[in-house]
Nanobody, 124 residues
Framework: QVQLVESGGGLVQAGESLRLSCEAS????????MGWFRQAPGKEREFVSA????????KYADSVKGRFTISRDNAKNTAYLQMNSLKPEDTAVYYC?????????????????WGQGTQVTVSS
């Protein structure tokens, strides 16, 4: 089992920044690629970004490319999502997930473990 705990969400104005953290405990953190997804009210959970176990490979949704940066610190068992130039359409609950299987990082079904989510609200 892997337990994931997100933190760092909050209420900000458009153009501001937030950094989300996802701390993992349980099994070996470096066995897992990590992903960030988000879910807005009335919408399905959507892919935001993912990072390989080593941190050498990353992927972003087109909607956040150039504004968000994913990273991880394996010594701290923590993944991060730095979000800059936030827009009202970024408002959602953000979830981190962990997966062992290599493949389409945007495929939500491949993630083995999920955190409880952290709310991000961007006002205009």
């Amino acid at each position: 089992q892997v337990q994931l705990v997100e933190s760092g969400g909050g209420l900000v104005q458009a153009g501001e920044s937030l950094r989300l953290s996802c701390e993992a405990s349980g099994r070996t953190f470096t066995n897992y690629a990590m992903g960030w997804f988000r879910q807005a009210p009335g919408k399905e959970r959507e892919f935001v970004s993912a990072i390989s176990w080593s941190g050498s490979s990353t992927k972003y949704a087109d909607s956040v490319k150039g504004r968000f940066t994913i990273s991880r610190d394996n010594a701290k068992n923590t993944a991060y999502l730095q979000m800059n130039s936030l827009k009202p359409e970024d408002t959602a609950v953000y979830y981190c997930g962990a997966r062992r299987v290599v493949g389409d990082w945007a495929y939500i079904g491949a993630y083995d473990y999920w955190g409880q989510g952290t709310q991000v609200t961007v006002s205009s």
